[in-house]
């Protein structure tokens, strides 16, 4: 069974940082494509960064510069590291695993962590 857990959300004031962590079990970090999406209230979820299985990874423009995806192989860990944050960054961010297994993709999602940047 797959299962990806987050920590480190909070509330933090502008121009601050925050470093959210994604557990997983089940799968390895290392051999999959994990992400972290966020969704704002009235808004649709958005992915934020990507690290795929050959560590090559990307961002949405919006926080480019600000934002760094990793992982730690040894920890089966994926964090995502938040600097300079911004009101509009507020968000629930949640951490998703694209698995590939031999029943095909599946989806695997946490639960959740709330990130509140105060202005």
């Known amino acids: 069974q797959v299962q990806v857990v987050e920590a480190g959300g909070g509330l933090v004031q502008a121009g601050g940082s925050l470093r959210l962590s994604c557990a997983a079990a089940?799968?390895?970090?290392?051999?999959?494509?994990m992400g972290w999406y966020r969704q704002a209230p009235g808004k649709q979820r958005e992915l934020v960064a990507r690290i795929i299985s050959g560590g090559s990874t990307n961002y949405a423009d919006s926080v480019k510069g600000r934002f760094t995806i990793s992982r730690d192989n040894a920890k089966n860990t994926v964090y995502l590291q938040m600097k300079n944050l911004k009101p509009e960054d507020t968000a629930v961010y949640s951490c998703?695993?694209?698995?590939?297994?031999?029943?095909?993709?599946?989806?695997?999602w946490g639960q959740g962590t709330q990130v509140t940047v105060s202005a």
């Open positions: 089940g799968t390895s970090v290392s051999s999959n494509a």
């Open positions: 998703h695993a694209l698995v590939i297994g031999p029943v095909g993709v599946r989806n695997y």
